[in-house]
């Protein structure tokens, strides 16, 4: 058995209105995860564009759908248009602290 096992493993979530659903990565790979680590001119972490990076590398496949029922594409726009629920209960069950990212958010 090779170190790369191939597929990396996923989770579907039901969001908080039921007939939609997230699946995400249960766990990243260092490709998808250090594009996080974007500082600030002052060499501080963007802590915001860092969290947006996060929920968009962790969203594998979604059911969400535009107004006209299309299958709506995993971007930074539609990233930013889930609901703050949704988002952090994503987030959650990712297993970040959203205690912290809610904090972060207020400063």
Do not use: C
């Not at 058995?1 to 969001?15: A, R, V």
């Not at 250090?34 to 590398?57: C, I, N, W």
Request: overall charge negative; cysteine-free; proline content about 2%.
């Amino acid at each position: 058995m090779g170190y790369f096992q191939g597929e990396q493993p996923t989770k579907k979530i039901e969001l908080t209105d039921k007939a939609y659903w997230v699946e995400i990565f249960t766990e990243l790979r260092w490709g998808q995860s250090k594009q996080f680590f974007r500082a600030t001119k002052d060499g501080e972490v963007d802590m915001v564009a860092s969290a947006d990076a996060y929920l968009l590398a962790l969203i594998k496949d979604w059911n969400l759908t535009e107004v006209d029922d299309q299958k709506a594409p995993i971007d930074a726009d539609h990233i930013n248009n889930l609901s703050q629920d949704d988002a952090l209960l994503i987030l959650t069950v990712a297993g970040i602290n959203t205690e912290a990212a809610e904090k972060a958010k207020k400063n």
